[in-house]
């Protein structure tokens, strides 16, 4: 495999890890910037937050 395409898997691994993160806390993802660092979720209150924990825990933040 070449560096881009072991970019696009890591990416694609990464993305799948983050809708399932975001799904298994009863959110959905609204909206996605990978270059910013932004992910819009929607979803009740207390899921959002469980979600944005568990992302950063994800991310390592």
């Known amino acids: 495999m070449t560096d881009e395409s072991d970019d696009i898997m890591n990416e694609t691994i990464f ?5 399932m ?6 959110c959905t993802i609204v ?3 990978l270059e910013n660092h932004i992910v819009n ?4 209150d207390d899921a959002v937050d469980a979600c944005a924990r ?3 825990e994800l991310v390592g933040d």
């Open 31 to 33: 909206d996605l910037d």
């Open 15 to 19: 993305l799948n890890l983050l809708k």
């Open 54 to 56: 568990a992302i950063a």
């Open 21 to 26: 993160t975001v799904e298994n806390h009863g």
């Open 41 to 44: 979720l929607d979803g009740p």
